[in-house]
């Protein structure tokens, strides 16, 4: 049974950094990415990264702040995230499918999410 637990979330002040990690177990994937869920928004891209190496996309929203990373041997995907925003605040969700992608319909398995919250 495949499963992704995101954890990292919480409370920072604006200018500040988090990062983020998800870990997965039960399955093997080719890519995996991040999605971020506002309250009353959609569920965005935010960044995804093929499992294997060589391709890493983010949203502009985010590029140059944001980096994806993974760690193969513990099969964990993290989020680095630098110069936050009062808007970076929302659910973050880790994904894993079998293309890397920046639409949630194309991740088969979903994290539950972690808060993070950045205040101004």
């Known amino acids: 049974q495949v499963q992704l637990v995101e954890s990292g979330g919480r409370l920072v002040q604006a200018g500040n950094s988090l990062r983020l990690s998800c870990a997965a177990s039960?399955?093997?994937?080719?890519?995996m990415g991040w999605f971020r869920q506002a309250p009353g928004q959609e569920r965005e891209f935010v960044a995804a990264?093929?499992?294997?190496?060589?391709?890493?996309y983010y949203d502009s929203s985010i590029q140059g702040r944001f980096t994806i990373s993974k760690d193969n041997a513990k099969n964990t995907l993290y989020l680095q995230m630098n110069s936050l925003k009062p808007e970076d605040t929302a659910v973050y969700y880790c994904?894993?499918?079998?293309?890397?992608?920046?639409?949630?319909?194309?991740?088969?398995?979903w994290g539950q999410g972690t808060q993070v919250t950045v205040s101004s």
């Open positions: 994904a894993a499918g079998s293309r890397v992608s920046g639409y949630a319909e194309h991740y088969d398995f």
């Open positions: 990264i093929s499992w294997s190496g060589g391709g890493i």
């Open positions: 039960g399955g093997t994937f080719s890519s």
